[in-house]
């Protein structure tokens, strides 16, 4: 009988122990929309976009109408593909635990991304392009000097924060550089930040609060950063006259 008794209790441990990996796995996952819409949005992209809608809406498609990949893959190579490679390393040489950056495990990805953001500025200002541009370069590394020193205190979501950062940027550039009323754009870019904020709550990686920090610092940020960006280059045009 205690044999019997002993059988059916590792059983139901099993049971459990089954039924609880499933649980976390699920939960882990989460609904497919919610995933796609963070992989197509996620922040390693914000720079790729954000010289993509410049291209588009500015006179950049005429003046480097025909140059439009030599801006796009250094953007995209060193602010999404080197970031990943360099993270993946981390990870692999087991110099991280996971991809959440963990406290004690931050210094040397966020390094990784600064380090990386700072060679695509830097690239372009090789190449004396105009400040409101670099002053959009410099947003991202403006956004995660911002992001590690908040996640020291508290949490914020890092998506939220890159979505803001091209709403922002896209908005001073509109508003206090080229003079654009792009009501449209922007109501479809604030309801694609709307649904990533929900998918993220969706995916239970933040709170709401964690949501709404996230998008109003990138946004306020990026807009001054781009804003300070025009005034300086009307300064430093005006003494060249």
């Given amino acids: 009988m205690m044999e019997e008794k002993d059988r059916e209790m590792r059983m139901d441990d099993e049971v ?4 609880s990996l499933r649980y976390e796995q699920s939960e882990k996952k989460g609904p497919i929309l919610a995933r796609i819409i963070s992989f197509v949005l996620t922040p390693l992209l914000m720079v790729v976009y954000v010289i993509t809608f410049i291209f588009i809406y500015t006179d950049f498609k005429f003046l480097y109408g025909n ?4 801006f796009i893959a250094p953007a995209f190579f060193l602010s999404c593909a080197i970031p990943v490679s360099g993270i993946y390393t981390l990870k692999v040489t087991k110099l991280i635990t996971d991809y959440k950056f963990r406290k004690g495990e931050r210094f040397l990805p966020f390094t990784i991304f600064f380090f990386s953001y700072g060679l695509l500025f830097y690239y372009f200002f090789s190449a004396k392009l105009t400040i409101w541009f670099l002053a959009v370069l410099a947003v991202p590394m403006m956004l995660l000097i911002i992001y590690a020193l908040v996640l020291m205190f508290w949490k914020i979501s890092v ?9 922002g940027s896209i908005m001073s550039i509109c508003y206090n550089i080229k003079g654009l009323n792009l009501s449209v754009l922007f109501i479809i870019l604030f309801i694609l930040a709307g649904s990533l904020g929900v998918s993220r709550l969706t995916l239970n990686r933040n709170t709401p609060a964690q949501v709404y920090a996230g998008f109003l610092i990138g946004i306020v940020v990026s807009y001054f950063t781009v804003w300070i960006g025009a005034y300086w280059g009307i300064v430093i045009f005006l003494k060249n006259l």
Avoid: K, S
């Fill in 67 to 70: 140059q439009f990949i030599q």
């Fill in 16 to 19: 459990v122990t089954t039924t």
């Fill in 159 to 167: 998506y939220m924060l890159g979505i803001g950062g091209l709403i």
